[in-house]
């Protein structure tokens, strides 16, 4: 036994951990890892929860825990047989450690385009990130352009990365891992700490009641042997949809409105539904037959009832809209010009965050209420009620002009009555001060002259009537007629 040194190697509990033993002089030579001291005597492989893979290319060894338990932690040889009676190893202390915050287990719904995964490891160490591929080795990703992201932890110890897969195709579909990479003389791991389950999604079917909607899946040429199924739902063997069939390379699958064709030309097979009902509505997936099911690829078939609600309403009213439902976990009130926009990542989406809105569930009879109180008119406008069963409810908010005739009348008269009552007593008062200005003694509201009257020939009718000076104030005159 030849040792060529001694490394440490630590992971989190539930997550994963690559280790890469490293023997470029030896690259034919079989490779091995065990566990002393029981595992070494006959060379411990791989289980169900370790995968190994011997890279004869670089001459490395690859270890993969995939879900590391404290009964993994102990001392480990990592090594190669050289010939029948030497074989050389790397001593490797394994420990486990127990964190809340790790492992994180992710699951990320794209389009197909481009893709951003980020994950948090940390701070000292190298990123890696890795897919895990058919030999349940998770290979590192080179291409993939990864940069550093701001919103480290409080202690600084931690730091957030972000990884952009550009061009993503179904291939792209599938189990990837992020973690923290150490390097020593002859030995390489990596703690995964990050578990990002990848599903692809096309853009949603949305086709009517009584139509018919055809579903594409497109495939990668590796796959162009292979049976293929569209289901519905799942599609595990166990509990397959009724609706799903399997079509193989270039030949069609049909039931009585159920067609599935395969072109391996352009790698898309497709599925045609007609005479579209709710039951058909849901989530499908695209599926390739390996030795398990591979759901790589789906969609949402959105199907729009007939029957459409057109509701009208004035601001302050409330208004409760059933709708119906096949899933208790898909519910959605949706506003949006067209359904397709509700479905966002995968899940339709409640785009309404407002107090004014609640929801009532009555799962027994497949509907749930919502209830909108104080309708205001940007409440107006088009609504999707009811996930992958979905009504077209129009609801138009008016704004109630009776009622601000009669406001309008009442604020006119109000103004009027005050007006009137201004003027009114605008005039008493006038009145009060022009009664206090008269005389109010009586010597001075009464004037009184002297009057002498004296006898001329010329006129014997006639008479004469002198004032004195002082009393010119009030003057009355009279005719007389003297005898």
Same mark, same amino acid.
């Given at each position: 036994?030849?040792v060529?040194?001694?490394?440490r190697?630590?992971g ?7 280790i890469k ?10 490779k091995y890892?065990?566990k002393?001291p ?16 011997d890279?004869?290319?670089a001459?490395?060894?690859m270890?993969?825990?995939?879900e590391?338990k ?6 480990y ?10 074989e050389?190893?790397?001593?490797l ?13 992710v699951?990320?719904?794209a ?6 995964i ?13 897919k895990?591929e ?5 290979q590192?990703?080179?291409?993939s352009?990864?940069?550093?992201m701001s919103?480290s932890s ?9 990884v ?6 179904v ?6 891992w992020?973690g923290?990479?150490?390097?020593d003389?002859?030995l390489?791991?990596?703690?995964l ?5 990848l599903?692809?999604i096309?853009?949603?079917?949305v ?7 055809e579903?594409f ?6 796959y162009?042997?292979?049976p293929k ?6 599609c595990s063997?166990?509990d ?5 069939e399997?079509?193989r ?14 072109n391996?030309?352009a790698?898309?097979f ?11 509505a849901?989530?499908y ?6 030795e ?6 789906h969609?949402?078939?959105m199907v729009i009832?007939?029957e459409?609600l057109n509701?009208?309403?004035y ?7 059933q709708?119906?439902?096949?899933d ?5 009130f949706c506003?949006a010009?067209?359904?397709s ?6 899940? *339709? ?5 407002d107090?004014?809105?609640?929801f009532?569930? @009555?799962a =027994?009879?497949?509907?749930? #209420? !919502? ?14 009620c009811?996930?992958?069963v ?15 005739i ?5 604020v ?6 005050g ?5 009114c ?10 009664h206090?200005?008269l005389?109010?003694?009586? *010597?001075?509201?009464l004037l ?6 004296q006898k001329? @020939?010329? =006129?014997?009718s006639?008479? #004469? !009537?002198r004032?004195t000076q002082?009393h010119r ?7 007389l007629?003297?005898?």
């Amino acid at each position: 036994m030849d040792v060529v040194g001694v490394s440490r190697a630590s992971g989190y509990s539930g997550g994963g951990l690559m280790i890469k033993c490293e023997h470029p002089q030896y690259k034919t030579k079989p490779k091995y890892i065990c566990k002393e001291p029981d595992g070494c005597s006959n060379k411990w492989m791989e289980n169900g929860d370790v995968s190994l893979y011997d890279d004869t290319r670089a001459g490395v060894l690859m270890v993969f825990f995939r879900e590391l338990k404290a009964a993994d932690a102990g001392t480990y040889r990592c090594g190669v047989k050289v010939s029948d009676y030497t074989e050389s190893f790397t001593e490797l202390q394994l420990s486990v450690k127990h964190d809340a915050k790790y492992p994180m287990d992710v699951t990320k719904t794209a389009y197909l385009g481009e893709v951003n995964i980020t994950c948090q490891i940390p701070e000292e160490y190298k990123v890696h990130f890795c897919k895990e591929e058919d030999n349940h080795i998770c290979q590192n990703i080179s291409s993939s352009e990864v940069t550093q992201m701001s919103g480290s932890s409080e202690r600084n110890e931690e730091r957030v990365v972000t990884v952009s897969i550009s061009n993503v195709s179904v291939r792209d579909a599938g189990v990837y891992w992020c973690g923290a990479e150490t390097r020593d003389t002859y030995l390489t791991f990596i703690s995964l700490t990050t578990k990002i389950q990848l599903n692809l999604i096309m853009a949603p079917v949305v086709r009517r009641e009584g139509e018919s909607a055809e579903i594409f899946c497109p495939y990668d040429s590796i796959y162009k042997s292979k049976p293929k199924s569209l289901c519905k739902g799942k599609c595990s063997t166990r509990d397959r949809n009724p609706l799903s069939e399997t079509v193989r390379e270039e030949k069609e699958s049909k039931t009585d409105r159920l067609t599935l064709k395969d072109n391996v030309t352009a790698r898309v097979f497709t599925g045609s539904i007609t005479a579209l009902t709710a039951e058909d509505a849901g989530k499908y997936w695209c599926a390739v037959t390996l030795e398990t099911e591979l759901s790589y690829l789906h969609t949402h078939l959105m199907v729009i009832m007939n029957e459409e609600l057109n509701l009208t309403k004035y601001e302050g009213d409330d208004v409760s809209i059933q709708c119906k439902h096949q899933d208790a976990d898909q519910k959605s009130f949706c506003k949006a010009h067209e359904a397709s926009m509700c479905v966002k990542d995968g899940v *339709s989406l409640e785009t309404i965050r407002d107090d004014r809105f609640s929801f009532s569930d @009555e799962a =027994s009879a497949g509907v749930f #209420t !919502v209830n909108i109180t104080d309708l205001r008119e940007e409440d107006s406008g088009i609504y999707w009620c009811g996930a992958h069963v979905t009504t077209k409810v129009t609801l138009s908010v008016k704004k109630d002009f009776l009622m601000i005739i009669i406001i309008s009348v009442c604020v006119i008269l109000l103004l009027i009555g005050g007006f009137t009552l201004t003027v009114c007593k605008l005039r008493h008062k006038r009145r009060v001060a022009a009664h206090s200005q008269l005389p109010t003694i009586p *010597s001075d509201g009464l004037l009184y002259a002297a009057v002498s009257f004296q006898k001329h @020939e010329e =006129s014997l009718s006639d008479a #004469t !009537v002198r004032f004195t000076q002082n009393h010119r104030k009030l003057v009355k005159v009279q005719r007389l007629s003297l005898v």
